[in-house]
C-alpha cells in the first residue's frame, strides 16, 4: 500500500481544480477504504469546479470532491463486520446521523444534519476514498465499473419516477440532464402510456428519443405545453418529473400538468421562482413531492433490479470516459453542454 | 308556492349587491328545488361582494350568489329517483361534469370544467336553490339549519387535514379563518400530539385556543417559527395546514415544517409568490398536497362523523346569525374581520 | 330492427345450455341497447353451464349468460346524454347501486348490492344485450371485437397486479387461467424485475411464457417454492398474485412470499380453506388484497393503454373463435382445459 | 456492582419457572447493561411459563424470560456512542439483523432471522439484562416504570390500529386482552367514529367501556354481528382489529366487516383455521394487514406521543402490581383471566 494518491481538490476558493498528491485517507473503527474504481462528474461537483454562489457559500477548501463512484475494498476498520475486504461496491453518499428523528422514522436521505460525500468531506475523485461502512452498497462483480458508480444519480431518477405509480400513466420529464434522461428509461421500463421529455439541448434530446421518450420536444423549437395537450386529448400529463430547475420549464411543466396529477422536483433552482400557488397546485389539485437523494436502502434495490434485467440499458447517458488527471477535458464538455454523464477513472 | 322569491343578487359589476324579488327557479328533468332554510357566508362570497380582481375576471352579473347552504326538497325533476321532497339536504357546490376523466377516476372534485354553484351558476342567498340531484346531501332531522350548511366548508378542512396522516403528529395551521379554526378543532379529534394556530388577529386566536389549539400564535407578535422549533424539539412540525393564502405566513409555515413533513394548501394566495423550491420542497423532502374542494363523497361521511358524534364542536366558529336582508351588516362585519363564520337565514 | 334475436340460455335448471329465439330486450330510460359483436366466455359461465353447487344456489332461470362483450350501440333511453348510437362500446359488468355507500366512497366494485350481468340478470350471449348507459366504455373503432370484450377480464388482471407497487419487485402469479396470463404480461409490461408462473397445464404454461413469465413452473413436477426460493437468493417474492382459487396453490404462495410482502387474491375457492394466519400472514407481516372485478373507470383506462399502446398484447391467451351456435364445442374445450380464452361471435 | 442478580428462569423443559440466583449478562462491545425498573408479563411469556405447544417447540432452556421492560443504563459497550449510563430506557424486543433485505428497505419488524428477547436470547425477568444498544428506546425521566415497560405491547395496538387511517371511521376490536384493550383508546383518540369491542371476559369488557369503547359487547351473550350491523346502519365496520386469535371471533369479525372495509389481524390463532377466502376476502374486497411488532421506531414515537400527552391513559388495563418473587401469584391470575397486564418489579 502505498502513502500517498492523487487527487483532484479544491485547493482553493477559486474556479478550477488541481491534481494533488493526498495522503491515503485514515479509517476509524467503523469506516472501509475503497480503491477507487470509476468516479462520475455530477452537476454538483461542475459548481464546485466553477465556484458557483453557492459552492462559495458551502464548501470549504481543501476539498477533494466528487461522490458518485465505484471501487474495491481494501481495508475495514475493527468494528466492521458486514462489509469485507474485496468487496466490490458502490456508496451511498448521504452520510445522515443515526440517531436523529428523520434517520430513525425510514428517511434518512432527509435527515437535517446529513454529511454529503464530497461536498462536506473528503470525496471520490481520487484513487481512495474513506467513508462508514454502513454507506457501502455491494455490487455484482461483472458490473462495470462507470455503470457501479452511476447507480447512485440513477437511483435519484428512480425515486423520482417511482415516488408514486407511474404504470399506465403519462408521463413528462422536463430536463434532459443524465438524471432526467434515466428518469425516461425508468418510466418507460415501469409501463407508462406515454413518456415526454424536454430539454433545449439536441444532443440530449437524441439521447432522450434512444432512451425510449414518445416525444422528444426541443422547447427552443415548440411549445411543450401544446404538443403534450394535443397528444393527451386535452387532458395534460398524469405525472409531471421536474429535472431542470429552470423556472420557465417549471412552468411548463405545471401547465402541461393535468388536474389532479402528480408532480416530483428533483430539479434545482439556483433561487427562489414565483409560483402560482392557486392556480398550479391548489386549484389544479396537484400532489407534489420533493425529491432529495434516494431511499437508503430501497431505491439501490430498484435500481439494482432495472439495471441487473437490463430492463433499463444506462448506458447511453454515460457519453464520455477520461483518465482522471484529463479532469479539465471532462469539465469544459460538461460546461459545454457536450457531455451527458462523464466517468473518470483514477488507476 | 310563490312565483318569486327574495334573492340577495350582484345586478351590476360593482361592489355591493342588491336583494331583490326573483323568479323562483325552474328545475329540470335532473332536478330538484330547494327551499334554503341557512346559507353562509364563505370568503368567495366576500371577493364577490367587494369585487375584487378576481370577481371581476370570473363572475358575470347578475348574480345571486352564495353557495354554503342547507334546506329542505320541495321539488324533484322526473328522473329523479334517490332525492326525495321533504328531504333535508345540504349541496356539495362542485358541480363536475360526469362524463369527464377526473370525475371517473374518482376526482371530480378536480374537475377541470367543474362549475361552483353561486359563482359559475345562479346560488343560494335565496329562499330557493336549485340544483343537480346528484349534489344533494342528506342531513339528519334534528342538525341545526346553520351546521348543515357550514358543512361544506367544515368538509375543506376535513379533506386539508385528513390528505395524509395526522394522529399523534404536531400540526401547524397557518391562517384562522373558519376553514383553519375547523382544522384545529378536526387535527385535535384526530389525535395530533400538538396543533399550533397562527393568525394575527385575536379574535380569531381566541377561537382557536376553544377549538382546542396547543398554542395560538399571534405571528404579529412571536415569531412562530421559533416558538414551533422550541416546542418541537427543534425538528419542526410533521404537518403544516396552510389556510391563510398569506406570503408570509406560507414562508413561515415550510420554515416550521420539519424535513420529510406534509404540507397541504387550501389558502389562496392573490397572486404568484416566491417559493424557495431547492431549499422549502426539495432538499426538505416535502410532500405537498393541492387542496381543492372536498372529496365527494368520502369528505361528508367524515365530516358528518366529526359534527354528528360530536368529536369536534363546530359552533365557536359560528360568531354571527343574520336574517338574509341584514346582509350589509353581516359583510361589514366579515370586511372588519370582526367575524368568523357568518349565517344568514331567508326565512 | 327484428324482434326476436339468437341467444344462448340456461333454460333448465340442469346442465347444459340451449340456442333459443328470444325477444330483443326493451330499454328503459336510462338504458342503451347493444348489438353483440363479441361475448367471451368466463369462468363463472363454465359453473353456470355446468350447473355446479355456485350456480344452483345463485342462478334464477331461464337466464341468457355471458357478461364480457363488445358491440355497437343501436338504441338510447331517452335520459341518456354521453353515449350515442353507433358508440363502439365494452360494459362494465359490476352494476353497482348508485345510493350506495360503497358507491359513493369509490368502491363501487364492491357495493354489496352489485347486480352483475349475464348472472343477476339478463347477460350478452346474444345478438343484443340491454344496459345502463352507465356502464359503457367506449372503445377506439379499431380495436377488434374479441379484443374489446375482453378488457373485461383483462381489468380483473390489472386490477390484482396493480394494486400496489409492482415495478422493480418480484411477482409470483398463481394459476394460468386466462386472467392469470394477462397477469404475467402485465407485471412483466409494469417493470417487475421477475414474473414467476405455476400451474400443472402445460398448454397454459406455454402461453405464459410467451406473455413474458421469467420461469413459468409446472407446480405438478417441480416444487415452485424451491424453484422461486433459490431464484430469489432465499428471500422469496415480493407479490404474490393469487389467480388460480386452488389451496395447494395457495398454500405455496405464501410459502414463496417473502416476509413483509403483498398478496393479491383473485382466486375463488369453492369453499373455506384452512389458512395457517399466525405464520403466513401475522408473522410474515403480510399485506392481502381481496380484489373483486376492477376499480370503476380507473382500471379500464388502464386496460386501454395497456392495449392500445401494445405494451401488453394479449390476443395469445385468445386460444379459440366460435360461432355463437358452435357453444358447446367451445365449453367442452374449456372443461377439457383444451383452451384458455375462447371467443363467440353471435353476427 | 454484585456479581449475581435474582432472575426468573425456565430452567428446565416442564411447565413452571423458578427464581434464581444468576450471574450479571456480560456485555459486548456494542451492548448495553440494562438495570431492570419493571419488567410485564406478555401473553407469550405466559405460553413460555405453562409450556405449552409452541413454547416446547420453540424454547431452549434454560432461559430467563421476560421481554416488555424499562430500567436504567449502568453499562455501556466500548463502540456505544448514542445511549449512555443513566439513560433510562425501554427495549425494542425484536432484535433483527441488520445486513438484511426487510432491515434495509425498513421492515426491520418482519426481519425473518430476527431474534427476540426473553425468547430467543435471555430476557427481562432479573434485576439486569443486556442488549445491543441500538434497540434502546429513551424514556422522559418522569414516566413509571411500568407504563415505560408496556410501551412495547402499547405500541402493537399502535401498529395496528394506525396501518391505515381509522379518523372518522367505525372500528371493531375483537379481543379484549391488554393489547386490544389499548387498542380501544388508542382508536377512539384517533378520532374514529365508534368503537366496538367484542370479549367474554366482564372484566375486560368493563375496561374495555373504560377505554372509550362506544359498546363493548359480551359475545357470550349477544351476537356481536348483528349489534354492528345495527349500529352502522347495515353497512358494517370500516375497520377490524383482530386481537384474539379466536376462530369464532375471527369469523365474526369478518361477518362484521363492511365491503371495502379494512382488517389488521395481531391475534395468533394456536393453528391453521377455516378461512372462507371467496366471500370474506375476496368479494368483500377487504384490505387485510399481517402485524407483527412494530415499525422500528415510527411507532414508538406514536406511543410516547399518545402516552405522554394523556391522549391515552394506558393505565386502566395495568391491573396488577407485584414483586418479581411473587410471579406465581402473577401467572396464577393471568392464568385465570382475573389480570389484563401484569407488573412485576425485580428491585
Known amino acids: 500500500m502505498p502513502e500517498t494518491m492523487r487527487a483532484l481538490c479544491k485547493t482553493r476558493p477559486e474556479a478550477g481544480a488541481e491534481l494533488i498528491e493526498a495522503p491515503i485517507p485514515q479509517i476509524g473503527p467503523d469506516d472501509i477504504l475503497v480503491k477507487v474504481r470509476a468516479s462520475t462528474i455530477c452537476g454538483t461537483d461542475l459548481h464546485i469546479y466553477n465556484w458557483d454562489a453557492w459552492a462559495q457559500a458551502r464548501i470549504k477548501t481543501p476539498l ?9 475494498v ?8 458486514d462489509v469485507k475486504v474485496s468487496d466490490y461496491v458502490s456508496l451511498e453518499t448521504h452520510i445522515a446521523t443515526e440517531e436523529s428523528y428523520q434517520t430513525r422514522i425510514c428517511q434518512a436521505n432527509v435527515e437535517p444534519s446529513v454529511r454529503i460525500l464530497g461536498v ?12 462508514p461502512a454502513r454507506v457501502a452498497w455491494k455490487n455484482p462483480k461483472a458490473m462495470a465499473p462507470e455503470i457501479a458508480s452511476i447507480q447512485e444519480p440513477f437511483g435519484n431518477a428512480v425515486y423520482t419516477v417511482l415516488s408514486a405509480p407511474v404504470t399506465a400513466k403519462t408521463v413528462l420529464v422536463t430536463g434532459c440532464g443524465p438524471i432526467g434522461l434515466w428518469a425516461v428509461g425508468i418510466a418507460k421500463a415501469s409501463g407508462a402510456q406515454a413518456v415526454y421529455a424536454t430539454d433545449i439541448n439536441p444532443k440530449r434530446l437524441a439521447i432522450a428519443e434512444e432512451m425510449g ?3 422528444a420536444i426541443n422547447s427552443a423549437e415548440a411549445d411543450p405545453v401544446e404538443v ?26 405545471f401547465d402541461a400538468l393535468r388536474n389532479g396529477g402528480r408532480v416530483s422536483i428533483l430539479g434545482i433552482p439556483s433561487r427562489p421562482i414565483e409560483v402560482d400557488i392557486a392556480n398550479d397546485i391548489v386549484f389544479k389539485g396537484a400532489t407534489i413531492y420533493g425529491i432529495s437523494g434516494r431511499l437508503i436502502w430501497e431505491t439501490w434495490y430498484q435500481t439494482q433490479a432495472f439495471i441487473t434485467t437490463g430492463m433499463v ?31 473518470l477513472f483514477p488507476q
Chains 1, 2, 3, 4 share one sequence.
Open 228 to 253: 403534450i395537450k394535443r397528444e393527451t386529448g386535452g387532458i395534460g400529463v398524469d405525472v409531471l418529473c421536474e429535472m431542470s430547475g429552470n423556472p420557465r420549464a417549471i412552468k411548463q411543466g
Open 64 to 72: 477533494i470532491f466528487g461522490h458518485e463512484c465505484s471501487g474495491d
Open 74 to 81: 481494501v481495508e475495514t476498520g475493527k468494528n466492521v463486520r
Open 213 to 215: 421518450a414518445t416525444i
Open 120 to 131: 462536506d468531506r473528503q470525496g471520490s475523485y481520487a484513487e481512495y476514498v474513506a467513508v
Open 313 to 343: 440499458n444506462p448506458s447511453p447517458v454515460i457519453t464520455h470516459r477520461f483518465k482522471l488527471e484529463e479532469y479539465a477535458e471532462a469539465f469544459k464538455l460538461m460546461n459545454d453542454g457536450d457531455a451527458a454523464k462523464v466517468a
